[in-house]
């Protein structure tokens, strides 16, 4: 009879002013479809000066708004549909048309550009056929096969009555037990795994006074709301990403910049397997890597093979939807099946795997790259930032902590000291008859034998230990919660290395150190390099290449 039923029913309130209106049985009307738009072309059935005729008549050019005014739910894809599979059929019930009747629509082009659709009550269609029975198999046929999920409870006889679509969303009599007051509303049936969206309908009627009943009708909206969904989950990992950009252009440290992408790789692109890679010379360091990788291997390789070699040279994100094809590839585990690498600017490659064939779709590839971004632009911001900093704090020769540098690490280590009340010892050291060996061997020579000492130095302290370019060959060395013994000891192990060094590079290099600690409340920096300068003096004084202690029975 057909080849497509829409099934609606919507609830229109009793007084509507078209409610007592009684036209005819039929109603036609013709649409006309141009350049996309559909726009009413006649109306047939109705008298012209009805309220119904009128308001039909203005919302002619806007479907949506005609759906409204008639009962109809969604006609724009109903004269579509007859439009390109040239006839469809359907059934609505109408408070509009006839106080609450109901109808049968039967939609159909005419010609190449015009639809008619023909609207019938039921029981006027009923009456003008005279086989019944027949018209009731075809009509129950059309309600079994409907698209629309159908759910029908005869009181009268306690007999329930579902349709194809309704058992195989999973509907029971439970569905027809929920109260909507007449209104549409969103439902899901089903597990989590299986879940379907239905927008339904419930319509409670009687006749002869007694006989009741109820309907359900329930349009299958899944693929809407699942995209509604999506829509939802991809707004919120944009918003996510926005927050983690926010703090990744606050880290103060590329291993914060590491963290954090991870973090957001994790909780927000869900990615389980990941690999964080960076450029340190000729090779990429791992920098992050997950605990499940099976034999993690080196911790670093070529910055020119393999996978991750190809993205840093291309710059360019790589998708491999099957990375068994690819000779690039050297998977650590023969479950890994996908992968997606990331340049991560010219400072590293970022990288995820899946054990899913073809795992990453577009908006994964967008997202990624859009973390990528924000990590490589906070990577050269930490790092210029850190440049600025050397040029202005560090001795650009020796890279040692220039004048400039000098107030900046020692006001914190003095403030150290006096709140916890540890020790703080100060060096001053001076290369012997410097001015000797620029005459002899020139300047550039000088320079390297300041470069060199400032090297051997580094090789004795400790990391928390700052060397401090104070003149032209004199430093300063600050050793934060060292005593004034331990400072000797350690001044001790600098002469001494110094010798084997000029002896193994056949040089002739010495030097005079003066040594000093921080002597409490009412000290300061100032004086404790009045302190170490006066005690360099009498080591020179005493023949140089040695040390002196500044004790404090001397101030």
């Excluded at 890679?277 to 993690?296: A, C, H, M």
């Excluded at 911790?299 to 099957?322: M, Q, S």
């Excluded at 004048?403 to 280590?413: A, I, W």
């Excluded at 400790?462 to 104070?470: K, L, N, P």
């Amino acid at each position: 009879m057909c080849d497509e039923l829409h099934f609606f029913a919507d609830g229109f309130d009793s007084e509507s002013p078209y409610s007592s209106v009684k036209e005819n049985r039929e109603l036609e009307l013709v649409f006309g479809l141009y350049d996309g738009r559909t726009i009413l072309e006649k109306i047939c059935g109705l008298d012209e000066s009805s309220p119904l005729f009128t308001e039909i008549l203005r919302a002619g050019e806007d479907i949506d708004r005609l759906s409204s005014v008639l009962g109809v739910e969604d006609l724009s894809s109903i004269i579509l549909s007859a439009h390109s599979r040239r006839e469809v059929n359907f059934a609505f019930r109408s408070e509009v048309l006839d106080e609450g009747r109901y109808y049968l629509g039967h939609a159909e082009r005419s010609d190449e550009s015009l639809v008619s659709v023909v609207f019938e009550e039921l029981e006027h269609y009923l009456a003008r056929n005279k086989n019944r029975e027949r018209l009731f198999a075809n009509l129950v046929r059309i309600l079994e096969n409907s698209p629309v999920a159908l759910c029908f409870y005869d009181s009268n006889f306690d007999s329930v009555f579902f349709n194809k679509r309704a058992k195989e969303a999973g509907f029971d009599i439970s569905a027809l037990s929920v109260s909507s007051e007449g209104k549409p509303f969103i439902e899901s049936v089903g597990s989590e795994e299986t879940k379907r969206y239905f927008r339904s309908l419930i319509v409670d009627f009687q006749w002869d006074g007694s006989h009741t009943g109820r309907a359900k009708y329930s349009v299958d909206i899944t693929d809407s709301e699942r995209a509604k969904l999506e829509l939802k989950k991809s707004r919120n990992k944009i918003k996510k990403l926005h927050e983690i950009a926010l703090k990744l252009s606050k880290a103060d440290s590329e291993e914060r910049v590491y963290d954090l992408i991870v973090e957001a790789s994790q909780k927000i692109l869900e990615f389980d397997v990941y690999s964080l890679d960076i450029v340190e010379g000729d090779f990429l360091v791992v920098k992050r890597v997950t605990n499940s990788v099976p034999d993690k291997g080196d911790d670093c390789y070529n910055k020119h093979e393999g996978i991750a070699g190809r993205t840093l040279r291309e710059g360019k994100t790589l998708v491999f939807p099957d990375i068994s094809i690819s000779i690039e590839a050297k998977p650590k585990s023969s479950d890994y099946r996908s992968a997606l690498s990331i340049p991560i600017g010219n400072f590293g490659v970022f990288q995820t795997i899946s054990t899913e064939l073809d795992a990453f779709d577009s908006e994964d590839v967008e997202l990624a790259e859009i973390l990528a971004a924000h990590g490589a632009e906070a990577i050269n911001g930490i790092r210029n930032r850190g440049e600025i900093t050397r040029l202005t704090y560090n001795d650009p020769l020796t890279g040692a902590l220039s004048r400039n540098g000098l107030e900046k690490f020692t006001s914190v280590e003095i403030e150290k000291s006096i709140r916890h009340s540890v020790p703080l010892s100060l060096m001053m050291l001076d290369i012997d008859d410097f001015k000797g060996i620029n005459d002899s061997f020139g300047h550039v020579y000088g320079d390297s034998v300041l470069s060199w000492l400032v090297e051997s130095v580094r090789m004795i302290i400790r990391s928390t230990d700052q060397v401090i370019r104070w003149g032209g060959d004199e430093f300063l060395i600050v050793l934060p919660e060292v005593t004034l013994e331990g400072a000797e000891s350690m001044a001790e192990r600098i002469l001494d290395h110094l010798k084997k060094r000029t002896i193994e590079e056949r040089a002739e290099i010495t030097v005079s150190i003066g040594i000093t600690s921080f002597l409490g409340d009412g000290d300061d920096i100032d004086r404790m390099i009045h302190r170490a300068d006066s005690a360099l003096y009498e080591a020179k004084s005493k023949g140089k290449n040695r040390l002196h202690v500044f004790r404090e029975s001397q101030s």
